[in-house]
C-alpha cells in the first residue's frame, strides 16, 4: 500500500501503527483488494480497507475484454465513494461504518467497518427460510430509507445487469424473443411511479450474519435509481433453486412487503401493488442478462422462463 493511503489511515483512526492481516478478497477482473488491517494505538482494533487499483492488464474470468466494462467498473467505484460520502449514514439497514475516502492518481482507498469486529462474523453459501427473511427484512429497510430519493452521484439506474450498460450481452443473446422484448421490460422497470435507491448487487454474498441472526449489507459499487423488486429478485435468484424459488414466491413477497410498510410507518397500498407485479418484470430482467452473459449459467432454469415468458405475454 502506498504511503500516502497509510498516512490518511492513521490520520482516520488516530492508530500510531498499522498492520495488513490479510487480503480477505481480490476484487473482480484485477481491480485491486479488500484488505483486513490491525491498528495499533486506536480504539479500534481493526478496519477493513477497500484499495481499487487499475489493473495493467485488463482481464475478466468470462472473457469479456472491452472498453465499455472497463469504463462501468470505473464508474462503479466512483459511485460507491459518493455512497459512501453522502447516502450511508441515511440506511435503516446496517451496513459498515465509513471512516474516511481517499483518492490519488489512479487509486481509491475507502475505509471500513470492520464487520467481523462488530458482530457480523459469519458467510453463508447456503439458507434456510429465517436466512432469507432476515435478508427481505434488510432490504426493506435500505429501500425505505431511500424512498423517492434522487441517486445524485450514484447510477442513475441502479445494478450491474440493465439493458443500458450491457449491450455485449444483449448483442449475442440468442434468445430472439427476450432480445426484442429486452427494451419493453427495461422500460417497465424504469418508468415505474415509485422508486427507490436499490443495492443493485445484492447476492447472498454481500451479506454478513451475527451468530444472533442479524445481518449487514455491503458492496456499494451498484447502487442507483429503480424499483426494489430488482433487489429481491435477484436476492431470491442467489440462494435458492428453481423449486424453492417456486414454493416459496408468495411467502417471499408477503415478508418483503409487510417488513416494507413496518419500515416506511404506513401502509402503502399503490405502492405495493406495482411492485407486487413488478416483481416478475425485475426477474426477467436479469434472466435476460444471464442468457446473453453465460448462457450454461446454473440460474437459467425453467422457473426463470416460465416466468419470463409470461412477462413477454402480457407486455402486448
Known amino acids: 500500500m ?17 498492520q495488513e492481516k490479510e487480503v480477505i478478497q481480490k476484487l473482480w477482473s484485477g481491480y485491486g483488494n479488500i484488505i483486513r488491517i490491525a491498528l495499533q494505538g486506536s480504539e479500534l482494533k481493526s478496519i477493513v480497507v477497500k484499495n481499487v487499483q487499475l ?26 465513494t459518493n455512497w459512501y460520502q453522502q447516502y450511508s449514514t441515511q440506511s435503516k439497514a446496517r451496513l459498515p461504518k465509513c471512516f474516511g475516502v481517499a483518492q490519488k492518481d489512479d ?32 432490504l426493506a429497510k435500505f429501500h425505505a430509507s431511500y424512498l423517492n430519493k434522487h441517486p445524485h452521484g450514484l447510477w442513475e439506474i441502479g445494478t450491474y445487469w440493465h439493458l443500458a450498460t450491457r449491450p455485449q450481452e444483449w448483442d449475442v443473446l440468442n434468445d ?10 427495461d422500460a417497465q422497470l424504469n418508468n415505474c411511479q415509485f422508486k427507490t435507491l436499490v443495492h443493485g448487487d445484492a447476492k447472498l454474498a454481500n451479506f454478513c450474519f451475527s451468530k444472533e441472526g442479524q445481518v449487514a449489507g455491503v458492496d456499494f459499487q451498484y447502487v442507483g435509481g429503480g424499483c426494489g423488486m430488482k433487489d429481491v429478485a435477484y436476492f431470491i435468484g442467489s440462494c435458492l433453486h428453481e423449486e424453492d ?18 419500515a416506511l410507518g ?22 435476460r442478462f444471464l442468457k446473453g452473459w453465460s448462457p450454461e449459467h446454473w440460474k437459467i432454469n425453467s422457473y426463470s422462463e416460465r416466468i419470463t415468458k409470461s412477462v413477454i405475454n402480457n407486455l402486448s
Open 2 to 18: 502506498k504511503d500516502y493511503f497509510v498516512s490518511y489511515i492513521l490520520q482516520k483512526t488516530h492508530a500510531t501503527s498499522l
Open 55 to 80: 489493473p495493467k492488464k485488463k482481464h475478466h474470468p468470462r472473457g469479456w475484454h472491452s472498453n465499455i466494462g472497463h469504463q462501468r467498473k470505473l464508474k462503479s467505484y466512483q459511485v460507491e
Open 107 to 138: 487509486e481509491v482507498l475507502i475505509i471500513l467497518e470492520d464487520l467481523d469486529m462488530a458482530g457480523y462474523p459469519i458467510r453463508k453459501s447456503a439458507v434456510v427460510w429465517s436466512h432469507i427473511k432476515t435478508c427481505l427484512q434488510w
Open 176 to 185: 430472439i424473443i427476450l432480445k426484442d422484448a429486452a427494451s419493453k421490460i
Open 245 to 262: 424459488c417456486e414454493r416459496l414466491e408468495s411467502k417471499i413477497l408477503d415478508t418483503y412487503f409487510k417488513e416494507l410498510h413496518l
Open 266 to 287: 404506513n401502509k402503502n397500498e399503490a405502492l405495493e401493488k406495482e411492485w407486487r407485479n413488478l416483481y416478475y418484470v425485475a426477474w426477467a430482467d436479469f434472466h
